[in-house]
């Protein structure tokens, strides 16, 4: 399994401009998660899935969009850049039938807007 | 609010000591928490975990000690090795909540 990737691994936007940041996993997990990490700073849930067609906000949703269309994908959308949405961004999955609540992170996208 | 954090940022440790790692939750619900090292440009890796009916869970070099009655969780690390420098983030869970909520971080330099 890869496990969970991410693409693009870097990525410079204008202000204004819009983005796709592309998660998928291989493992066949219901549970997804976005999170934003700012420099030396903790992980900042932005949205998260609990299976294909439900999504629902997290602690900082504003400025993003996100849809689920499949188990496997969980696209996060930036539709007007600011450079508040500079940050490093991480895509997680959880199997919530392990019993185990413990999510498998992706190497994140590393984001910049000027 | 309830929260995770952790008593020190920072943590300098010499090559082939022993490390500790400290967590303060605030939220006696929380039955399920997790530590995950994240080295410089990488995602959070899991560590270890231990359940609230656990005081103690060992792994390969690492040892999390969980004491319900101050809410405080550590991360201890044996031998410490060059590949132990990360930031270190405690994470914990309600009951099978969808959600885990994490702690700041502590950055662990290991000294040659």
């Known amino acids: 399994n890869a496990g969970v990737t991410q693409t693009p691994k870097f990525r410079i936007l204008k202000i204004g401009q819009s983005m796709t940041l592309q998660c998928t996993q291989d493992?066949?997990?219901?549970?997804m998660y976005w999170y934003r990490q700012d420099p030396g700073m903790g992980l900042k849930l932005i949205y998260y899935?609990?299976?294909?067609?439900?999504?629902d906000k997290g602690e900082v949703p504003n400025g993003y969009n996100v849809s689920r269309s499949t188990t496997e994908d969980f696209p996060l959308r930036l539709e007007l850049a600011a450079p508040s949405q500079t940050s490093v961004y991480f895509c997680a999955s959880r199997d919530p039938g392990t019993g185990r609540e413990t999510q498998y992170f992706g190497p994140g996208t590393r984001l910049l807007v000027l | 609010g309830e929260s995770v954090g952790l008593h020190l940022p920072t943590l300098s440790v010499q090559e082939g000591d022993n490390s500790i790692i400290n967590c303060a939750y605030s939220n006696s619900a929380s039955d399920y928490f997790i530590w995950y090292k994240q080295e410089s440009g990488k995602g959070p890796q899991f560590i270890i975990d231990?359940?609230?009916?656990?005081d103690k869970r060992q792994g390969q070099r690492v040892t999390v000690l969980l004491n319900k009655t101050v809410k405080h969780l550590s991360l201890q690390i044996a031998a410490t090795q060059p590949g132990d420098s990360a930031v270190y983030f405690c994470?914990?869970?309600?009951?099978?909540?969808?959600?885990?909520?994490f702690g700041t971080g502590t950055r662990l330099t290991i000294i040659p």
């Open positions: 231990i359940r609230s009916n656990m």
């Open positions: 493992m066949n997990h219901n549970y």
């Open positions: 899935s609990v299976g294909a067609g439900i999504t």
């Open positions: 994470a914990e869970n309600k009951g099978g909540n969808e959600k885990l909520t």
